[in-house]
């Protein structure tokens, strides 16, 4: 049985209202527990953020004709080196949508500097290492490399209203 906070809280990232669920129900489900905060969730982009809500709409069927495509892809053991591409270049904005967890330049610079400098920076400067680091994360994210200018802007106004 899932056992909510007492005081269940979510912030809007468009304008910063909390979003209380209310109470939490004795006997709830996990997944009726989701189903009720996603209530609560959509009921407030309708209302309060109706443009929004239009441009999720927009893109997911733009996503939703790429999912259907990589399910069909998937299907088969493709050796063609075109249908491969084409297969990453749907998937990519897939995969950078639902990437939990992001390094800007500054995060990476960071982490090079005040949790591995005691060990790494002995080997090499933090400046040499730089590039090694943002093409290892570039590449283990793929980073840009097939990435859809629509996923682009929605991950570039995330990361500003994140900021905001």
């Given at each position: 049985?899932f056992?909510p906070?007492?005081?269940?809280?979510t912030m809007?990232?468009?304008c910063?209202?909390?979003?209380?669920?209310?109470?939490?129900?004795?006997?709830e489900?996990?997944?009726d527990h989701?189903?009720?905060?996603?209530?609560?969730l959509?009921?407030?982009l309708q209302?309060?953020?109706?443009?929004?809500?239009?441009?999720?709409a927009q893109?997911t069927?733009?996503l939703?004709?790429?999912?259907?495509?990589?399910?069909?892809v998937?299907?088969?053991?493709i050796?063609?080196p075109?249908?491969?591409?084409?297969?990453?270049?749907?998937?990519a904005?897939?995969?950078?949508?639902?990437r939990?967890?992001?390094?800007t330049?500054?995060?990476l610079?960071?982490?090079?500097?005040?949790?591995l400098?005691?060990t790494v920076?002995?080997?090499m400067?933090?400046?040499?290492?730089?590039?090694?680091?943002?093409w290892?994360?570039?590449f283990?994210?793929?980073?840009g490399?097939f990435?859809?200018?629509t996923?682009?802007?929605?991950?570039?106004?995330?990361?500003?209203i994140?900021t905001?």
């Amino acid at each position: 049985m899932f056992e909510p906070p007492i005081t269940p809280l979510t912030m809007c990232r468009l304008c910063n209202q909390p979003i209380v669920q209310g109470p939490p129900i004795i006997g709830e489900s996990e997944a009726d527990h989701a189903m009720r905060v996603m209530r609560s969730l959509v009921r407030h982009l309708q209302h309060s953020h109706p443009e929004h809500m239009k441009e999720i709409a927009q893109q997911t069927q733009i996503l939703s004709a790429s999912l259907y495509g990589i399910q069909i892809v998937q299907s088969y053991e493709i050796a063609d080196p075109v249908m491969l591409l084409e297969y990453d270049k749907a998937r990519a904005p897939l995969h950078a949508l639902t990437r939990k967890n992001t390094l800007t330049d500054a995060q990476l610079e960071t982490v090079l500097t005040e949790k591995l400098a005691p060990t790494v920076y002995k080997l090499m400067a933090i400046r040499a290492a730089m590039p090694i680091a943002k093409w290892l994360r570039d590449f283990l994210s793929e980073e840009g490399e097939f990435e859809h200018a629509t996923v682009k802007q929605a991950r570039e106004s995330t990361v500003a209203i994140k900021t905001a």
